[in-house]
């Protein structure tokens, strides 16, 4: 089956080759069969004033027989797809908006808002009840319902009631571990429609996909275009392109909470950057009255450490680690990678359809991927895009660097006099009362000059020294490193790598105290030995 594909790049910001490389990735999903269609937008970031920077698609809306089916359009731009458990991040918004006004609280139980839900009985016979907290963060011990909560959706409040009182497995005590659970978010559901006299899906469309504009979003296909929604597809036993066979629509109900939205990655680009915003520089950002920053940056935290693998084991026969750290927040995913730093994420799985939304945090750039296939690999493609925009359009994904206090600079000026110095006048003003029952003002001085020594920097070099030079730690702590020079190095170096190269390095760190007048609580100098001849 031949692929038909689009890319729409905005000026200048991802240059073409790049938009190339990512069309080339969701070409070969669909040509390698693991997806009957895909959509794909880069979206953009703190620094960007339009939401996507560039967009494509491949593949189409429906096959029948491993082709496109008569009258189906191929996947595009407006495509309308199901996102799935991407769903959770727009419920679990609904209920801090709730919690905004004073409706409830986080530790609130459960049973406390939903009726049916005072039948359950405890994991264990010491085990806390469960809270709204909990089922946010998935933290409620219920036992994970993947595939069996999606074939949920339709269950009416009446069969849910039913079945809740009837019990629920658990894996865990409330709050000791991390399960995921769709019949968790089904409650959080619930808990709007008793909240709020609404039902859940009327709630978040009036609190948030209205307000923000996302008119192709919604919980019914009756408020959609119908044209334009993409049919979901089940993988069948075959390996060519007739592995993909039709499946229906369910209809809204109680499970909807945890995955019944459609939308386009146009509007997921929008509710990114409503979320993203919460991390930009200048935050509060868009549309504060919605959702405070406070609210959205909570969604952002890891609330439960998800398990993920160890790296293989070194020579030792022991595991070096782990290589990113992942958790869940509030309907939401974080994960920290070693060269990426922190993403926030939801992935989404449904009869039919996969879907992945993914940002940066530092940069607030982020991807949205939608397709119409079971399994489709909408998470590897997305995460393959962004290592791409990070690898091949320099500073797009910019990590955010602290900033230092105007008061630790100031204090970073009086310590490199001191150092140069040692005027006590200036020890007796910015020195904190721990500083010379820690180590006296005569044994730092020592220190420093065997620093010095050690590392091959100069006394000489210190005095080129300013506040601005130090990397900075945290707004209260702030780092000089030099580099000493080689014996046969002849040079004037100023401490910040010249010279051979071959010299040690001077670590000069400052920590200020907690207090807002904050004085100097550590300055410490800390040097390594040159390496040796010829090493």
Same mark, same amino acid.
């Given at each position: ?39 794909? $937008? ?14 494509g698609a491949s593949g189409s809306r429906r096959l029948e027989g491993g082709r496109p089916a008569p009258g189906s359009a191929p996947m595009d731009r407006g495509t309308i797809s199901r996102i799935a458990s991407m769903t959770k991040s727009f419920t679990a918004a609904g209920v801090l908006r709730l919690r905004e006004e004073g409706r409830l609280r986080l530790d609130d139980p459960i049973a406390q808002h939903v009726p049916e839900a005072a039948a359950l009985s405890p994991a264990t016979a010491d085990s806390p009840v469960i809270t709204v907290r909990d089922l946010l963060s998935m933290s ?37 571990? /991390?399960?995921? @659970? =769709?019949?968790? /978010? ?32 919604? /919980? ?60 930009? !520089? ?9 959702? @405070? ?15 993920? !693998? ?6 030792? %026969?022991?595991? !070096? ?32 359809? %996969? ?16 397709? =119409? ?31 230092? $206090? ?27 009362? =721990?500083?010379?029952?820690?180590? @006296? ?25 300013? !506040? ?8 209260? @702590? ?58």
């Amino acid at each position: 089956m031949p692929v038909t594909a689009s890319a729409t790049p905005a000026a200048s910001v991802i240059p073409e080759e790049v938009v190339a490389t990512i069309t080339s990735l969701a070409d070969a999903a669909v040509s390698e069969h693991r997806t009957a269609g895909l959509v794909w $937008a880069v979206v953009g970031g703190h620094d960007q004033d339009s939401a996507v920077l560039a967009s494509g698609a491949s593949g189409s809306r429906r096959l029948e027989g491993g082709r496109p089916a008569p009258g189906s359009a191929p996947m595009d731009r407006g495509t309308i797809s199901r996102i799935a458990s991407m769903t959770k991040s727009f419920t679990a918004a609904g209920v801090l908006r709730l919690r905004e006004e004073g409706r409830l609280r986080l530790d609130d139980p459960i049973a406390q808002h939903v009726p049916e839900a005072a039948a359950l009985s405890p994991a264990t016979a010491d085990s806390p009840v469960i809270t709204v907290r909990d089922l946010l963060s998935m933290s409620a011990g219920l036992v994970t319902d993947n595939p069996w909560g999606d074939r949920q959706e339709s269950m009416t409040r009446e069969q849910f009631a039913a079945m809740i009182a009837k019990g629920l497995g658990h894996v865990h005590a409330p709050g000791t571990g /991390f399960e995921y @659970s =769709n019949t968790g /978010f089904a409650l959080l559901g619930r808990l709007i429609d008793e909240v709020t006299g609404l039902p859940y899906d009327q709630y978040l469309t009036e609190t948030f996909l209205v307000p923000l504009g996302m008119h192709d979003t919604s /919980f019914s296909r009756e408020h959609l275009d119908a044209s334009r929604i993409a049919t979901g597809h089940r993988l069948a036993d075959r390996v060519d392109a007739t592995r993909f066979e039709a499946v229906d629509f369910d209809e809204p109900g109680v499970y909807g909470a945890m995955a019944g939205l459609f939308s386009t990655v146009d509007d997921i680009a929008t509710w990114v950057r409503f979320l993203a915003a919460a991390d930009a !520089p200048d935050a509060p950002g868009r549309e504060q009255g919605l959702l @405070s920053t406070a609210s959205r940056r909570e969604m952002q935290q890891i609330h439960r450490i998800q398990s993920t !693998p160890a790296l293989p084991a070194g020579q030792d %026969g022991a595991s !070096p680690g782990f290589a990113n750290v992942r958790g869940y927040g509030f309907g939401l995913v974080v994960e920290r990678f070693p060269e990426l730093g922190d993403v926030i994420s939801h992935s989404g799985g449904y009869p039919g359809y %996969g879907s992945f939304m993914v940002w940066h945090r530092d940069s607030g750039v982020g991807v949205v991927v939608l397709a =119409n296939s079971k399994y489709a690999p909408a998470t590897p493609v997305a995460m393959s895009v962004l290592r791409t925009l990070d690898d091949q359009v320099p500073g797009l994904l910019a990590a955010r660097l602290p900033s230092a $206090a105007p008061r630790t600079l100031e204090a970073a000026r009086a310590a490199l006099d001191w150092l140069r110095e040692g005027d006590d006048t200036l020890a007796d003003v910015w020195f904190a009362d =721990n500083m010379d029952l820690d180590i @006296s003002r005569e044994e730092r001085r020592r220190r420093l000059a065997s620093a010095l020594e050690r590392s091959g920097v100069s006394a000489a070099d210190l005095d080129a020294l300013t !506040p601005q030079d130090a990397d900075v730690l945290s707004r209260a @702590s702030v780092r000089w490193t030099l580099r000493g020079r080689a014996d046969d190095d002849s040079g004037t170096g100023t401490g910040s790598g010249s010279g051979s190269g071959s010299g040690g390095t001077l670590h000069i760190t400052l920590l200020m105290d907690p207090r807002a007048d904050a004085l100097i609580q550590s300055l410490d100098t800390v040097a390594t030995a040159p390496a040796a001849s010829g090493s």
